[in-house]
């Protein structure tokens, strides 16, 4: 008799939202797809999505910060596999903060600060869906859970 494996093995995504003064969201613009989207990336093997955003903010950003608490978990099925993603709160960034990036010219080419309203111009509208789910969890101090983007029930 054969038995089926039918446990979820399902890979994890980690981000931050870092805001300005002004409450815009800072935004990379990747080397390797063609959509802006907030800090981050894979969670890798026996890491924890919030050692993950450390890790990659310093290796992506040269920041040194460690996040906040957590503002969103979004179940995001992809046509390989489905992925969890979670974001965490970043705070607003200082000027003194901003002065100290210095992109990795192989994964980031640039950056920049665009009003919530702005967001649908360079990100994929799941990703926009996510981040202002984000930035109202941040608002309300709770945080929220998304299927595709989208408030579950």
């Known amino acids: 008799m054969e038995i089926v494996d039918t446990i979820a093995r399902t890979a994890a995504a980690a981000a931050v939202l870092f805001l300005d003064a002004d409450g815009q969201v800072l935004i990379v613009e990747p080397t390797y797809k063609p959509r ?3 800090p981050g990336g894979d969670v890798e093997k026996g890491e924890t999505p ?5 890790r990659l903010l310093h290796e992506e950003l040269r920041l040194d910060l460690l996040p906040g608490r957590l503002l969103v978990v979004d179940w995001a099925p992809l046509v390989r596999e489905e ?10 960034l200082t000027e003194a903060q ?20 702005e967001l649908f111009v360079m990100m994929e509208p799941r990703l926009v869906r996510r981040v202002s789910a984000a930035i109202d969890a941040r608002r309300a101090g709770v945080p929220t859970y998304l299927e595709h983007g989208l408030p579950a029930g």
């Open 36 to 38: 802006w989207e907030i």
């Open 83 to 92: 992925r969890v993603r979670f974001v965490f709160d970043g705070g607003t």
């Open 50 to 54: 919030r050692d993950a955003c450390v």
């Open 98 to 117: 901003l002065d100290r990036i210095e992109l990795a010219p192989d994964v980031l080419t640039s950056w920049a600060f665009l009003s919530p309203d």
